[in-house]
């Protein structure tokens, strides 16, 4: 049953007190708004109407929630606040003789949270805030970038994750219960009853292959299982996080045995612990393995509009329209401009904000050899005729397809006159051919593009972008490089919930000190 705070102050509130915490730091200014900050009604439907013991007022855990990921601590840690620290009990308006609840509150309120759809009620509430407060417009430019985040489960090599993978397999399947066991076989049995490696000399290359061997024998038998309740929800889900191991990781050698293969695979499995994690990377010297957090915020306001986070593996500018789509549907504004880094200024990209008039700033990359990159080509889509930096001429080209299937230009260069440029070594590297070149479907805006690009009104508008930078290392500065729970939907929650907090204290520098109409705005936004 829902329960409510009480709104009759008493003489032991930290308030009442002399008290050293800064009137205008950011507990004291939640402590000025903390009777509307959150309303315990905007979260009822979370809570049964009239059966059970009342809770926890929704109002004051959203307040302590809100302290938790500001200050980046554990439940344990919160509590300990709650009780001892004078910023959070100034900030909710606690009494100093307040009894705090059990550490489980706070996972409970989180996951009664998730199952209601609430995970952004602080998020969006902060944002209609500034909408209703005049900061935020109703057109928008959108500054947005992505940012390495470790995730929480444990990275396991592929020994690991097999052996996992078979004991996953067999306990959904329900060989765990004494009836079922009976029939298992001695091999598969044993991954029920120790979840340690092998003791084998891991030092040794021929010990470990034939222990992989092993194990893929044990998976497959293990999968055969699995087929037999196929019709089970847990079982086939197993049974497929098995099976993609297998395929990502392992090969055959001309023997036919199983070995590790090479490389690794796009989408590969890094962790059974948190099955969504992947392998990432923001540049080639900095790799990592979770999520990347998509951020993305309003240029005027720097109030974060949206932090989702996506895959690892995924590139930065793939979720650009989604982000935007997104942005409009929970706030109500419209995107009209984009600024973000080369990442996002894919052709594709282009062309979708083309086509809902988005202004999108992002520079193509600079070329490694500028003098026979494409770019030094002359180009001409109409004519269909391109010419090189040397003058030479190609003309008549061939239809080809890119990667999606779509219809692009093929042009070839006559080798004989490319033997004869002193660029040949560095331009044409076919044995038979002269220098091909082969047109993006979308040339034309990437032409338009790379002209702008060198204007100085491109240039000024580009340097808005370092906003964001400055955001994400806020957010950043909260905890947000490392994931504190498994799973993508709590992860989202973790995000949001910063995200919130960060927002809040941008509103307090918004409304610039004056916490009686950041009062009055929040009683009118529910």
């Not at 995107?335 to 990442?343: C, F, L, Q, W």
């Not at 610039?512 to 009055?520: C, I, L, P």
């Amino acid at each position: 049953m829902l329960g409510r705070r009480r709104p009759q102050r008493t003489l032991f509130e930290a308030q009442c007190w002399p008290h050293r915490v800064a009137a205008d730091s950011f507990y004291g200014r939640m402590s000025a708004v903390n009777d509307e900050l959150f309303h315990d009604d905007d979260l009822a439907s979370m809570y049964c109407e009239n059966n059970g013991r009342p809770s926890l007022s929704p109002s004051l855990m959203s307040g302590a929630t809100l302290l938790q990921f500001y200050d980046d601590v554990s439940d344990d840690e919160a509590v300990g606040r709650l009780c001892y620290d004078l910023r959070w009990k100034v900030a909710l308006n606690l009494p100093l003789d307040f009894v705090p609840p059990h550490p489980s509150s706070f996972s409970v309120f989180r996951r009664r949270l998730l199952e209601h759809g609430q995970e952004r009620y602080a998020f969006n509430r902060f944002i209609q805030v500034g909408r209703a407060g005049g900061f935020l417009p109703d057109k928008v430019t959108l500054l947005i970038d992505t940012t390495p985040q470790r995730g929480a489960g444990a990275v396991q090599d592929t020994y690991t994750l097999i052996r996992k993978g078979i004991r996953k397999v067999l306990k959904a399947a329900g060989y765990t219960l004494a009836e079922k066991r009976r029939g298992l076989a001695a091999n598969l049995a044993a991954y029920l009853d120790s979840d340690c490696k092998a003791d084998v000399d891991w030092a040794d290359p021929a010990a470990r292959a034939a222990q992989l061997k092993v194990l893929v024998q044990d998976a497959e038998a293990a999968l055969d299982l699995a087929v037999e309740q196929a019709d089970d929800d847990e079982v086939r889900a197993a049974g497929w996080l098995l099976a993609k191991i297998l395929g990502d990781d392992v090969t055959t050698d001309k023997h036919g045995d199983p070995q590790l293969g090479q490389g690794v695979a796009e989408d590969r499995i890094v962790s059974l612990t948190d099955p969504e994690m992947r392998y990432g990377h923001k540049s080639r010297a900095r790799l990592f393995e979770g999520r990347k957090l998509q951020v993305a915020t309003d240029q005027a306001s720097e109030l974060l509009l949206a932090a989702e986070p996506i895959p690892a593996n995924a590139g930065d500018g793939r979720d650009l329209m989604k982000i935007k789509q997104s942005v409009e549907q929970e706030h109500g504004v419209t995107v009209e401009r984009a600024i973000g880094d080369g990442a996002y200024g894919t052709g594709d990209n282009r062309a979708a904000c083309a086509k809902e008039q988005i202004d999108l700033v992002s520079p193509l990359p600079t070329p490694s050899d500028p003098e026979v990159n494409k770019t030094a080509f002359g180009i001409d889509l109409e004519a269909k005729r391109a010419i090189c930096p040397q003058g030479q001429v190609a003309s008549n080209p061939k239809p080809a397809k890119d990667p999606q299937g779509r219809p692009v230009l093929l042009f070839i260069f006559e080798r004989s006159i490319c033997e004869t440029c002193p660029l040949f070594a560095r331009c044409v590297h076919s044995k038979t051919h002269g220098r091909y070149l082969r047109t993006h479907y979308h040339e034309a805006l990437l032409q338009a593009a790379r002209q702008r690009q060198s204007t100085a009104e491109f240039k000024e508008t580009y340097l808005l972008r370092v906003a964001i930078e400055r955001k994400i290392a806020d957010l950043l500065q909260h905890g947000l490089r490392q994931a504190r729970y498994i799973g993508s939907a709590k992860d989202r929650l973790q995000v949001q919930w910063t995200g919130a907090a960060v927002n809040l204290r941008r509103l307090f520098t918004l409304f610039k000190g004056d916490t009686n109409r950041m009062r009055e705005v929040l009683a009118m936004v529910s």
